[in-house]
């Protein structure tokens, strides 16, 4: 009797066990530091609203590292449910056809409500089909900007934040008369001084829309434009206006230290010289050349977006889409573009920022978006979609760098690394095809 | 004299774990990417091609690659040389030193201790144009450092962060070797008046050679195939393609690429380079070699 009634006890707990056991949905991303805490926080937030499903975060490493496992993980058929991939990898999770699981697809059989115009464009459209579907979730998005030293700035006597090139050569040399050392250094140069000059000015980086028109897409960051650029950033680079500083964003160290006066970074960098400047700074628009443009363009963005991958279960993919939905409420929304420096996703977490008044009370936050969303984006300033991006990325810096250096004009550089970064494209369009 | 055993099975069961092991971790990955190097391949594996000699053809034709050649040779040879020549001159004077011996000792071997991405970020740090203490240094001593641009000064680098590591391990089996020659031949030399440098040429270093010979292999094996961490942790390469190595071309076409059919071609001709380098080391150098 009493064994009876212990094993009824254990059968008991069992069953409200299984009856409590949430399905777990695992999400792989990159996000280190206090990032990192946030991405738990959010993915607890959604935890504790509902018990059907629990979202397990896991931090992979870098945005390579990430997309390496997760790669790894499916054909090792162990792969998680949602991973975080970074820009540069959406071309190639986009031609993995039987490897995602598209989120328009995903919302629309899971019969989670999803309006795909709730969403900012400007974002978006850097993950969306040929159709206009979204294929990823953006998560963290950011684009470049230009922080400036006030304080610097004021010794030198220049009461404005350049808007054009013009005016940047024109502020650093004022600044380097006044005793600063370096004008202005840049993060991620590619991204900054190529992939987003070239949306800047309304000039393709690639052929065929910047490869959102196929797999058969061309470099072409060897216009004139560009070349010009890169050459008298290499000029810069002997007389001091320009001060290079590694490929990805070492140049803050110098910005922190007043070596240089300004600084081209992500907008997602300002929580990070929010904290480490030890004087007061501004953040302006990405300068453009002016009169080679009429009106800037919008920039394009940098960051990464949630994909889903193929092979779970049913009842996994409605926790998955369930946990989408909650990540682009408007509160959620805001709450993650206001810690992280990251754009708002959504034109209700935008609007809702602003109602709470958090860009006037931190100015600068909000130039990113403003820039990201000047007028209507163009074939031109839609994105980037290349295959091997981060090979040809690897090129681009090698080319740059020789420039800098004094070693090879702008124009063979630029050439060369056209040549070949379009062997990695051919080289991609071939496994793909 | 030639062992025999009773059966024909026992001997075999004897070797089996170490077969195993050398055919699960060397020779199944080495099949594979002998496979690999012949096919293209989408990075999920979602479709795969049959390509012929394309992959050794495009690398066979890329000048970039034979520069990196050039690179990894020069990089393994400072840090084989540099990394001896420091290890046998600290081993020398470890080898007077009476008191506190085993401390002076101990600290030399430390820095093997440490994981090569975290002595590259050390060394990074030390560097760093704008805030390192070392160029820093330099650049009151009227030396431009930068090797962000410079690459030189990057080669440099990478070579000082990957030799401070195998210091140590060089040191140690110096100082075994070094304690090994017997004081007796020491002695007579110096009875008959030979200088201390002389001692140690015509007596001391010959005697080491078996060491020598032994840290030279391992060595370059070592520059050639473990030094990726510490040159992704300092220069990912750069600038332009001046610290590219061989082995972290495989690694960046392979892992941050994607490219498994290009990378595993590029680990085939790696394959066949060690093997040539162990023939070499073998053939010519040992015969110069006295073990006894």
């Known amino acids: ?433 | 004299m030639t062992v025999t055993f009773p059966q024909k099975g026992l001997p075999w069961l004897l070797l089996l774990p170490q077969l195993l092991v050398t055919a699960i971790f060397f020779l199944w990955p080495a099949e594979q990417a002998l496979e690999q190097a012949f096919y293209q391949e989408d990075a999920f594996g979602l479709s795969r091609e049959f390509v012929g000699l394309e992959n050794f053809i495009d690398l066979f034709t890329d000048p970039l690659y034979y520069q990196s050649m050039l690179t990894t040779l020069l990089f393994s040879f400072s840090v084989a040389i540099f990394g001896m020549s420091a290890a046998l001159l600290l081993a020398v004077m470890a080898d007077r030193v009476i008191r506190g011996k085993l401390a002076y000792q101990t600290l030399l071997i430390w820095p093997y201790a440490v994981a090569p991405a975290l002595a590259g970020v050390l060394w990074w740090i030390l560097f760093d144009p704008s805030m390192g203490p070392i160029a820093l240094w330099l650049e009151s001593a009227g030396v431009d450092w930068n090797h962000y641009l410079n690459g030189n000064q990057a080669m440099i680098l990478v070579v000082i962060a990957s030799t401070w590591k195998q210091i140590s391990y060089n040191f140690l089996f110096f100082l075994a070797g070094l304690q090994a020659v017997p004081r007796s031949l020491i002695e007579a030399a110096s009875i008959d008046g030979a200088s201390p440098f002389k001692r140690f040429w015509t007596i001391v270093f010959p005697l080491l050679s078996p060491t020598t010979f032994f840290l030279l292999v391992v060595n370059l094996v070592y520059a050639f195939f473990e030094t990726f961490g510490v040159i992704d942790a300092t220069t990912k390469g750069g600038p332009g393609q001046s610290t590219t190595t061989l082995v972290y071309k495989v690694f960046e076409d392979g892992f941050i690429g994607l490219d498994l059919g290009g990378s595993a071609a590029q680990s085939v001709v790696l394959m066949g380079i060690v093997g040539l380098m162990t023939v070499i080391q073998f053939r010519f150098i040992e015969r110069k070699v006295q073990y006894s």
């Open chain 1, 1 to 433: 009797m009493h064994n009876l009634k212990l094993a009824s006890v254990v059968v008991g707990m069992s069953i409200a066990g299984s009856a409590l056991a949430a399905t777990e949905v695992e999400w792989w991303h990159a996000m280190g530091g206090a990032n990192g805490e946030k991405v738990n926080e959010i993915a607890k937030g959604f935890n504790d609203s509902q018990d059907a499903y629990e979202v397990k975060p896991v931090y992979k490493g870098n945005y390579t590292e990430t997309m390496t496992s997760a790669i790894a993980a499916f054909r090792a058929k162990q792969q998680p449910a949602i991973v975080q991939v970074f820009e540069v990898g959406t071309a190639s999770m986009m031609a993995a056809k039987g490897a995602i699981y598209p989120v328009h697809q995903l919302m629309r059989e899971s019969g989670q409500p999803f309006d795909e115009s709730a969403y900012l464009s400007a974002v978006t459209g850097y993950y969306t089909s040929s159709e206009g579907k979204m294929l990823s979730m953006p998560f963290n998005s950011s684009t470049p900007v230009l922080y400036y030293n006030k304080d610097l700035f004021k010794k030198a006597g220049i009461t404005q934040a350049p808007k054009t090139w013009q005016e940047v050569e024109s502020s650093a040399k004022k600044l380097q008369a006044s005793g600063v050392s370096c004008g202005f250094t840049t993060s991620w140069q590619s991204w900054v001084q190529l992939e987003n000059f070239s949306a800047r000015h309304n000039v393709p980086f690639a052929t065929l829309e910047n490869g959102f028109g196929g797999l058969k897409t061309e470099l072409a960051f060897n216009g004139p434009l560009q070349v010009a650029h890169v050459k008298k950033m290499g000029e810069w680079q002997k007389s001091g206006v320009f001060s290079y500083s590694g490929r990805t964003n070492d140049g803050a160290a110098k910005f922190y230290s007043q070596e240089c006066a300004m600084f081209t970074e992500s907008s997602a960098g300002y929580a990070g010289i929010k904290r480490n400047a030890k004087f007061d700074f501004g953040v302006a628009e990405l300068p453009y050349w002016e009169g080679k443009v009429k009106q800037p363009s919008n920039t394009i963005i940098g960051g990464a977006s949630l994909w889903v991958l193929q092979g779970h279960t049913k009842e996994e993919y409605k926790g998955v889409a369930s946990f989408l939905s909650y990540l682009s409420r408007a509160s959620v929304q805001a709450d993650w573009h206001q810690f992280s420096g990251y754009l708002p996703i959504t034109h209700a977490a935008y609007d809702l920022t602003k109602g709470q008044g958090f860009y006037a009370a931190n100015p600068g936050t909000e130039t990113g978006v403003i820039q990201m969303t000047t007028g209507t984006p163009t074939a031109n300033t839609k994105g980037l979609r290349l295959g091997n991006f981060v090979q040809i990325r690897g090129v681009i810096d090698e080319a740059l760098e020789s420039v800098w250096s004094g070693d090879v004009d702008a124009q063979t550089a630029l050439d060369t690394a056209v040549k070949r970064g379009n062997a990695l494209l051919r080289k991609f369009e071939k496994a793909n095809d």
